[in-house]
C-alpha cells in the first residue's frame, strides 16, 4: 500500500506530513520554505515520495470560515499544480496532479499550536516548521480518518 503525504501550503512555509505504511496514523515529517522555483519544492517531495513509497498527496484548502474558497484557496491550488508541470520530477516519481486530494484545513494551524502547547513546547520556541508539520499531519489524519 503507497503512503500519503500530508502538505500545509502557506505563501512562505510548507508542513509535510506522512502516513505510516498502513495508512492509519499522520505522523509530522518536516517543514521547509517555499522556494522561488517551483521545481526545487516538487524535487523536495519527489524525493520524500521515492523514498517513502508515497502514492498520493493531500493538501489542505484554507477555506473561508463560511466553507468557501476564496483566494487563499486558489493560490493553494495553483502551488499545487505548479508543482506538477509536464514530465516534471513528481511524475518521474510516479505522482500526477491526479494523486492529489485536497482537504478542509480551517483552524489546523491554531490546532497544531493548542496541541504542541498542551505537550510542554510552549517552553520552547517552537519553530515555524514545526508548526506547519503539525499542521499537515492534522490535514492528514482527517484524511485517513475519513478514508476508513
Keep these: 500500500m503507497a ?13 509535510v506530513a506522512l502516513s505510516d ?17 517551483p521545481s526545487a519544492d516538487a524535487a523536495v517531495l519527489a524525493a520524500l515520495a521515492a523514498e517513502h513509497g508515497v502514492g498520493r498527496l493531500v493538501v489542505g484548502l484554507p477555506r473561508t470560515r463560511q ?17 506538477f508541470p509536464s ?5 518521474r516519481h510516479g505522482l500526477r496532479a491526479a494523486d492529489v486530494a485536497y482537504c478542509d484545513e480551517r483552524f489546523t494551524t491554531q490546532a497544531a499550536d493548542d496541541l504542541m502547547s498542551d505537550a510542554g513546547w510552549r517552553k520552547r520556541r517552537k519553530s515555524k516548521a514545526e508548526s506547519d508539520s503539525q499542521a499537515a499531519a492534522l490535514i492528514l489524519q482527517e484524511h485517513l480518518d475519513d478514508a476508513r
Design 67 to 83: 466553507g468557501r474558497e476564496g483566494r487563499s484557496c486558489a493560490a493553494v491550488r495553483a502551488y499545487v499544480a505548479s508543482l
Design 3 to 15: 503512503r500519503v503525504l500530508g502538505l500545509d501550503v502557506g505563501r512562505r512555509f510548507v508542513g
Design 21 to 37: 505504511a498502513g495508512n492509519r496514523l499522520a505522523f509530522p515529517w518536516l517543514g521547509y520554505a517555499r522556494a522561488a522555483e
Design 87 to 91: 514530465g516534471g520530477e513528481l511524475q
